[in-house]
């Protein structure tokens, strides 16, 4: 049983209808800027090894991992069965909403690194999805929790819309911890904006992200 960290009231979002209707039609758009994605990139590459198992959860399309890097298996998940088709760096995919059922269809210890991309603000149960992500990760392995500062602002339960970034760190942070995973790393920066507006000091979207590693068995 998950620890509870939110309150019933942080987990109420504006439109509380069904989240698969909301995304049945595929959306072939890219949620977050090109300076947000080309950090998240290197991110990837700095911090999961090649050959690794990874989970790409909340996914769409797109997985933002480095092009040139194999992984041994990059398994996907999400609410769309098109986009996740689309996805090319998926080998396998499975549709779940993590807001009516949070037990993920994986064997204990079996994934290197979960990624989880402008995902986390939609969950309505993160202390249970993050309780589950510790069954599944392999000692020394990671979860990377990245996002911005954007949101479908209807979908996100009130604990998101009413934080400010800040916050949403250390939300994260919270909940992971007390599913029993060590203190996360916390990455708070600015991007700067593709192109000549980046030269004259245009920001692009803010990056954020946590990152938490299972310890050694
Ligand atoms: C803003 S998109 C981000 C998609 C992708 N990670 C990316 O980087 O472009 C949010 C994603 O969260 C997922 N999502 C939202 N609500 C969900 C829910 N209740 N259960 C499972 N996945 C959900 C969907 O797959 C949706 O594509």
Not at 88 to 101: A, F, I, K
Not at 185 to 198: K, V
Not at 209 to 214: D, F
Request: glycine fraction near 6%; charged fraction near 25%.
């Amino acid at each position: 049983m998950a620890v509870a960290v939110l309150s019933d009231a942080e987990r109420r979002k504006l439109d509380d209808g069904d989240d698969a209707l909301f995304y049945a039609e595929p959306r072939f758009v890219q949620h977050l800027d090109a300076a947000f994605r080309s950090r998240l990139t290197a991110l990837y590459r700095e911090r999961i090894p090649p050959c690794a198992v990874v989970l790409d959860l909340m996914s769409s399309w797109v997985s933002h991992l480095p092009e040139d890097v194999h992984y041994q298996d990059v398994i996907g998940h999400g609410l769309n069965e098109q986009e996740l088709q689309a996805n090319p760096r998926l080998d396998r995919h499975w549709l779940q909403n993590l807001n009516t059922d949070q037990r993920l269809p994986l064997e204990d210890a079996s994934v290197d690194a979960v990624l989880m991309v402008a995902g986390w603000q939609y969950l309505q149960y993160p202390e249970a999805v993050a309780e589950e992500l510790l069954r599944v990760v392999r000692p020394r392995g990671q979860v990377i929790v990245a996002f911005s500062n954007r949101m479908f602002f209807v979908k996100a339960p009130q604990v998101w819309t009413d934080g400010s970034d800040r916050d949403h760190l250390t939300t994260v942070a919270r909940v992971l911890m007390a599913q029993g995973w060590p203190r996360p790393e916390l990455i708070a920066e600015d991007t700067r904006a593709p192109g000549p507006l980046g030269w004259i000091g245009a920001k692009g979207d803010p990056f954020f992200a946590v990152i938490a590693t299972r310890p050694a068995a």
